[in-house]
Each structure stands twice: as C-alpha cells, then as structure tokens.
T-cell receptor, first 115, second 110 residues
Framework: NAGVTQTPKFRVLKTGQSMTLLCAQDMNHEYMYWYRQDPGMGLRLIHYSVGEGTTAKGEVPDGYNVSRLKKQNFLLGLESAAPSQTSVYFC??????????????FGSGTRLTVV | GEDVEQSLFLSVREGDSSVINCTYTDSSSTYLYWYKQEPGAGLQLLTYIFSNMDMKQDQRLTVLLNKKDKHLSLRIADTQTGDSAIYFCAENVNDYKLSFGAGTTVTVRA
C-alpha cells in the first residue's frame, strides 16, 4: 500500500520553463490537495479537488494549474516557472467530510528550485 | 479568520517533557490535529482531538484543548532523540480544508 506518491522528488528549472508534478494515491480518497511549504510560512494551499473532474483555487493559486482527470491522480502544472516558485511542494489526500478524523495523508514532497 | 499560530522553536533535554502550544481562530473547527514532519519527509498525522473533548491521551502524547481560549497543546512525555522534528498544528476550517500553523521545530539535546 503506497499511500501518496509524488514524482519527481527533486527538480531544477530555469526561469520560464514549464513542468508538471504528478501525485498519485491508492487509498480511494475523494479529496486531493497541493500545498507549498516555505520556511517560516508553514503550508499554503495552492489548489484542491473534491472529486474526479473537479478543481478549485486555494490561497496561492497564481502561476499554477491543476487537473484531476482520474480519481487517483492530481497534477500540478507550472506554465512559466519563476524564482518565487522555488519551494517544497506537497500533495495530500483525504476521505472527505464524514471521515475528517483521519486527517490528510501526505506525499514525501517535491523539492523544486527555479534559477 | 484562518490563522493558526505556534512558536517556531523549542529545545528540550532528552527524557524531559516537551510542550508545544498553538492558538487557532476558527471556533467552528470540528477537529484539531497535530502533524509531525521529519527531515526530508512529508507530514504524518500524529494525533487529533474532536472539538467536544478537553483532553486526549495516546501513549506518550497528551493533547489539551481549551476552546474558550482557542488554545491547543501537545505534550510529549519522556522526549527522545527520535522526537526531533517539526510539529504542525492544524484546524479544519470547513469540510475540505485544513489550515496549518507555521510549524514548531523541536530539537532534543542529550
């Protein structure tokens, strides 16, 4: 049982390049999330999805796009990377409303550096 | 509001108790959580407390909730070197979203 798997684990991009981060979960969770973690700022929600085919904006969505074509996958895209997007990105998933006590299951993160 | 605040650093001697404090703002939160993040890893759910509880104990972990003051604390008894990590407090602000604090870095010294 893999839980939440993120690929890649590390990436260095040049300013203006694009890339897609992949998140896959095998727990049949309805909800999926993308967060970024920056020193002293905790986790900030970028985008989230409450089910297959749905996406919504979080606190810091600018410069990112997402897609949830399959229930188990949640993709985060950077169309034109900027140095301000240097961060550690975490994907998470959860059952949803009525099983909130299970909390979120997190992936191990993607460390992205934009130069 | 969705502001969760916690102190950034805590240093504790091995064998002592650690207490990590957190304040939150959303009085309608149903659950409050503590997550642990070890170096290079994602966040792992440590424990949670339902909002109608005052205290929850789970082995070395004790969670205290003061709803009047919107204060949450995590006590780790007999702190070990393996407890060195970043600890995040979180509240569920609505059906699908958690709001996280900035994290408290706990350093256990011999």
């Amino acid at each position: 049982n893999a839980g939440v798997t993120q690929t890649p684990k590390f990436r260095v991009l040049k300013t203006g390049q694009s890339m897609t981060l992949l998140c896959a979960q095998d727990m049949n969770h309805e909800y999926m999330y993308w967060y970024r973690q920056d020193p002293g700022m905790g986790l900030r929600l970028i985008h989230y999805s409450v089910g297959e085919g749905t996406t919504a904006k979080g606190e810091v969505p600018d410069g990112y796009n997402v897609s949830r074509l399959k229930k188990q996958n949640f993709l985060l895209g950077l169309e034109s990377a900027a140095p301000s997007q240097t961060s550690v990105y975490f994907c998470a998933s959860s059952y949803g409303t009525f099983q909130a006590h299970y909390g979120y299951t997190f992936g191990s993160g993607t460390r992205l550096t934009v130069v | 509001g969705e502001d969760v605040e916690q102190s950034l650093f805590l240093s504790v001697r091995e064998g002592d108790s650690s207490v990590i404090n957190c304040t939150y703002t959303d009085s309608s939160s149903t659950y409050l959580y503590w997550y642990k993040q070890e170096p290079g890893a994602g966040l792992q759910l440590l424990t949670y407390i339902f909002s109608n509880m005052d205290m929850k104990q789970d082995q070395r972990l004790t969670v205290l909730l003061n709803k009047k003051d919107k204060h949450l604390s995590l006590r780790i008894a007999d702190t070990q070197t393996g407890d060195s990590a970043i600890y995040f407090c979180a509240e569920n602000v609505n059906d699908y979203k958690l709001s996280f604090g900035a994290g408290t870095t706990v350093t256990v010294r011999a």
